[in-house]
Structures are given as structure tokens and as C-alpha cells.
């Protein structure tokens, strides 16, 4: 991104407008620049990059505002699975026409987010496309010399913990889709919220840094991205499903039978944070959790081999789910 001077085009004008404001960091260099300059502070510096699809992560009439504060929240629910404090973003906007309408909100929420989580806007590039709108953020983080929490962490004995509510924004897709079944006014808009505007766990991303043995973010579901855990840390996993926490929405929903606990542990776009702590870290990651006003919920345990998890209903007796999770291809 750079902003216009002599022989400015449409391109420059449009940064200027909507995202020059935003950027506030002095590494930005007010998108006058090719590039920007990351202050590392003697910490290693954490990269991760999402982005979002139309069509396939975010519908064609979802408002500008939830579409931008997504394309955040996703990539800073990585940095938090990692135990980073955000440090800034570059952003990749490809937009069909610059449209003021759709274009205000979009920046005015964006730039709130970055301010809300201390994660500022420090370049990218915007592009015209003939095809649906995407946004793509890369995002970076500080974490102390190495300390980032990895997927590769996880032992046998350790517990298998998941912020917030799981199925969530799955059920919400379902509903804008029309798709599912009947909630009151009240419990649709909670669900169809958390599939368009997720809660990335930043604030525990120091606890989760300090006691997790092994952590990522839920983004394709629970229990695929569990499998992916426990196989990067050559582990194996008992889930209780019963143990899976759910919203009052969620459960009303199951519970009347027009959904499953197989669809909200494999529906995706919950971006919570999944994690695996050794027993004697457990009280005080509790502590720190409830310190950051973040839920924290026990759902299993790790165990030793390199079996696939084990899900079992609230007998024990194990439970065949016929999808793990959410694929793109």
C-alpha cells in the first residue's frame, strides 16, 4: 500500500481514504512506502496468514463491518494458540469495485479491531477482481525467545482443554442458509454472531504461552484439528463428547434434534483455542483463565500410541463420527 502523491491513481486515492487513518504504528510509515519495519524488541516474532473467501467463509450479504473484523480475528486466534501478543498486520484486499458503501464500514471496523487488540495495519495491497471478494491478512506476534506454544508439545497424562463453546458458527451458517432448525430470535442472532464475528482468546495467550504443552486454534473443527494435534505430537487422544462445551443455543438445538454433536465438533469456524495441559500446570492455567475472564472447559485426555482419537458418548462407549472436519478440497 502507498498513498498518493504525484500521478496518483484511483488505487492510491482509495488507500488514503480508507486505510492511511488506520495506520498509526510508526513502522507504517503512513503508507507512503514499499514496505514496513517490525520492531522486534529482542523477541522472536510469531507469522501467520488467513484468508477469507466469499462464498466460502463469509456470504455475499454479510455486512462489510463482521467481513473485516473476521479477516482479523481469524489470524489473531492463531497468535493466540501460540502464546503471541499481536504486533501488526499487512493486508490483501481483492474488491470487485470501490464501492464508499461497502468500503466505510469495512475500514471503520477494521480499524477499531486493530485498535481493540493492539494489532495495527501496517501495509498490504488492494487489487480489483472479476471474481468473489477476499481478504487476506498476515499477522505477526511477539513471543519471548522460544516460547511459542507448537502442536508438537502434547504427552500422555496431559488434559485437553477448549476456550468458549464449540459449534457455534457452524450452527449459525446453517441458519443464514436456511438450513436449520427453528431458535427464537435471540438465540439465531447469538449463533449467526459467532459464525460472522469470531472472539479471537488473546487474553490468554499468556497463560496458554506459560502452561500449555501443545496448542492451535479451532478453525476446521474440534475434532479433525485434534487429530492434527495429537499427530504432530505422535500422541493419541480420549474425548468425552459430553464433555464438549455448548452454548444454550447450541444444546437447545441438539437436544430438540435439529443438529448433532458430530455437526458442532466438526463444523468449523469456532477459532477457540485447543490446547493440551500437563496436570500439574492445571489449577494454575485455570487461574490465569479465569483471571482473563476466558471460559476454559476439559474434554479429554491425551494418551500414549498413534491411534486416530477416541470420541465417547457419555457411557464411554466410543462414537464413529463420519466427518472430523471442515476441507477445503
Known amino acids: 500500500m502507498t498513498a498518493p502523491g ?67 480475528r481469524v489470524n489473531l486466534s492463531d497468535l493466540a494458540a501460540k502464546g503471541a501478543s499481536p504486533a501488526g498486520f499487512v493486508l490483501t484486499l481483492a474488491i470487485r469495485d470501490a464501492a464508499e458503501k461497502w468500503l466505510a464500514p469495512f ?55 477448549v476456550t468458549g463453546t464449540i459449534g457455534d458458527a457452524a450452527l449459525g451458517l446453517h441458519l443464514l442458509k436456511g438450513q436449520g432448525g427453528g431458535p427464537d430470535r435471540s438465540a439465531r442472532d447469538v449463533l449467526i454472531r459467532r459464525y460472522r464475528v469470531p472472539q479471537p482468546r488473546s487474553a490468554l495467550a499468556i497463560a ?45 438445538l441438539i437436544t430438540k434434534g435439529h443438529s448433532s454433536i458430530e455437526a458442532a465438533v466438526s463444523g468449523g469456524d469456532d477459532y477457540e483455542v485447543l490446547c493440551t495441559v500437563p496436570e500439574n500446570r492445571w489449577e494454575s492455567f485455570v487461574a490465569a483463565a479465569r483471571e482473563a475472564d476466558v471460559p ?11 491411534a486416530a482419537p477416541r470420541f465417547l458418548d457419555a457411557a464411554g462407549q466410543p462414537v464413529v463420527l463420519k466427518r472430523l472436519s471442515y476441507s477445503h478440497f
Not at 140 to 160: C, E, H, L, S
Open 296 to 306: 476454559v472447559s476439559v474434554i479429554g485426555r491425551i494418551e500414549a500410541g498413534a
Open 208 to 252: 496458554i504461552r506459560d502452561h500449555a504443552s501443545a496448542a492451535m486454534d479451532v478453525s476446521d473443527g474440534l475434532a479433525g484439528d485434534l487429530a492434527k494435534l495429537c499427530a504432530a505430537s505422535g500422541v493419541s487422544a480420549a474425548v468425552s463428547l459430553a464433555d464438549v462445551p455448548l452454548s444454550a443455543p447450541a444444546l437447545a
Open 107 to 161: 475500514a471503520r471496523a477494521l480499524g477499531e479491531d486493530a485498535v481493540a487488540f493492539n494489532c495495527p495495519v501496517l501495509g498490504g495491497d488492494t487489487v480489483s477482481t472479476p471474481g468473489p471478494l477476499m481478504i487476506s491478512i498476515t499477522a505477526f506476534g511477539r513471543v519471548p525467545p522460544g516460547k511459542m506454544v507448537r502442536r508438537t508439545g502434547a504427552k500422555p497424562g496431559d488434559r485437553i482443554a
Open 6 to 72: 504525484a500521478g496518483a491513481s484511483g488505487e492510491d486515492d482509495l488507500i488514503a481514504r480508507y486505510f492511511r487513518p488506520l495506520a498509526t504504528d510508526p513502522g507504517a510509515f503512513g503508507l507512503v512506502d514499499d514496505a514496513a519495519l517490525l520492531n522486534h524488541s529482542g523477541d522472536d516474532i510469531v507469522v501467520t496468514t488467513d484468508a477469507i473467501v466469499e462464498g466460502v467463509h463469509f456470504l455475499p450479504d454479510d455486512p462489510p463491518d463482521t467481513i473485516a473484523r473476521k479477516a482479523l
